[in-house]
Nanobody, 123 residues
Framework: QVQLVESGGGLVQAGGSLRLSCEAS????????MGWFRQAPGKEREFVTG????????YYADSVKGRFTISRENAKDTVYLQMNSLKPEDTAVYYC????????????????WGRGTQVTVSS
């Protein structure tokens, strides 16, 4: 069993920044991909970003390109999501995810999910 624990969510004004963290435990994450999905009230859960653990190649949804940055820290089995220039439409519950194999954008392909952390952006 792999456990993912998110932290760093909160309330921020439009234009501000937040940094989310996701710490993994239970096994090493070599050969895994990790990333983030988000879900706003009344909307479908959507892919935000992901990173391949080995090599570090990254992928971003068009809606966050240029504003969000995903990174990894191998020694701590931790991924980070730096969110800048936040907009009200970024308001959602953000979920950390992991899978065996490369990054994909389909939520059914991810085996491990955190419980989520709330991000609220006010106008």
């Amino acid at each position: 069993q792999v456990q993912l624990v998110e932290s760093g969510g909160g309330l921020v004004q439009a234009g501000g920044s937040l940094r989310l963290s996701c710490e993994a435990s239970g096994r090493t994450f070599s050969s895994y991909a990790m990333g983030w999905f988000r879900q706003a009230p009344g909307k479908e859960r959507e892919f935000v970003t992901g990173i391949n653990w080995v090599g570090g190649s990254t992928y971003y949804a068009d809606s966050v390109k240029g504003r969000f940055t995903i990174s990894r820290e191998n020694a701590k089995d931790t991924v980070y999501l730096q969110m800048n220039s936040l907009k009200p439409e970024d308001t959602a519950v953000y979920y950390c995810v992991a899978r065996r194999g490369p990054i994909i954008n389909a939520q059914a392909g991810y085996d491990y999910w955190g419980r989520g952390t709330q991000v609220t952006v006010s106008s």
